[in-house]
């Protein structure tokens, strides 16, 4: 009974009718094996049901925000723009505290620029699965996880962060989209042409022409007054600090007979 026939734990894990063919010492350490992989295995199992539970969570309480506001596709793009952006962070902060390699981070950013907010900006746009965004939009999924495999500092510590990420930043991403697009189909359309365009196209365009760059810069302040119209007529105090800031948009409220 020598050493040679010692125990080995994987063959003692996997062939647990041998260990009564095993001496003393064998048996005591495929005991133990057991005992610790036992424990391992339960947490597992109860991870998996936690994170099935919490997407399905996620995806019903997603669905009840689209049923209320299906038709108002700003809305549902500030949301995701939000979610965008939390994510985003959350990755920041997986490689600021070592979990993560900073060039995963760094390189993710980019993704998450030329993917999840390219298709932000489009939405509520749909285009079929053979175009060739959604060719770029699966490979850059792809290459994420990918990407994120490799560049876990130690992959076998993080494993659950890695699940986690794989089902909620990567691939639940295009679930959560598609389940936004409206249910009729002449709303799945872009509000203007020049949204539907490819982010790196529309950066080119703006780096390259002046008038391009002068449109945007109109649809910009565009945007921002109505943003602060809005805000104006939800609340007297942002309506005050508008009008302390801005000594035209005073003007323009005083026209409009609205007390400051």
């Not at 489009?122 to 290459?143: C, E």
């Not at 490799?150 to 639940?172: C, D, E, H, P, Y």
């Not at 609340?235 to 005050?240: F, L, Q, V």
Request: net charge positive.
């Amino acid at each position: 009974f020598g050493q040679s026939s010692a125990c080995k734990p994987t063959v003692c894990a996997s062939v647990p009718v041998a260990l009564c063919e095993l001496p003393a010492a064998g048996f005591v350490r495929c005991l133990g094996i057991m005992a610790y992989q036992t424990p391992v295995s339960l947490a597992l199992m109860v991870g998996v049901i936690l994170l099935l539970i919490l997407t399905v969570g996620a995806v019903w309480a997603w669905g009840q925000f689209l049923d209320q506001y299906e038709h108002d596709p700003a809305r549902v793009r500030a949301v995701m723009m939000i979610g965008l952006l939390t994510a985003t962070t959350l990755e920041f902060s997986l490689a600021a505290n070592g979990i993560t390699y900073s060039w995963v981070a760094w390189a993710s950013f980019w993704i998450n620029a030329w993917g999840a907010f390219d298709a932000v900006l489009r939405f509520p746009a749909s285009h079929d699965l053979a175009s060739a965004v959604s060719a770029k939009q699966f490979t850059l999924l792809v290459v994420k996880t990918i990407m994120y495999a490799a560049g876990m500092q130690s992959l076998r510590k993080s494993l659950w962060i890695f699940f986690i990420l794989l089902v909620t930043n990567i691939w639940g991403w295009p679930v959560f989209y598609i389940m936004a697009l409206p249910m009729d189909p002449s709303e799945q359309v872009a509000a203007d042409d020049t949204y539907d365009i490819d982010i790196a196209v529309r950066v080119w365009q703006l780096l390259m022409s002046r008038s391009e760059r002068r449109d945007c810069i109109v649809r910009c302040r565009s945007w921002w007054f109505r943003r602060l119209a809005a805000a104006s007529e939800g609340s007297s105090i942002a309506r005050m600090a508008i009008c302390a800031a801005s000594p035209e948009h005073r003007r323009i409220f005083k026209k409009m007979g609205r007390s400051v």
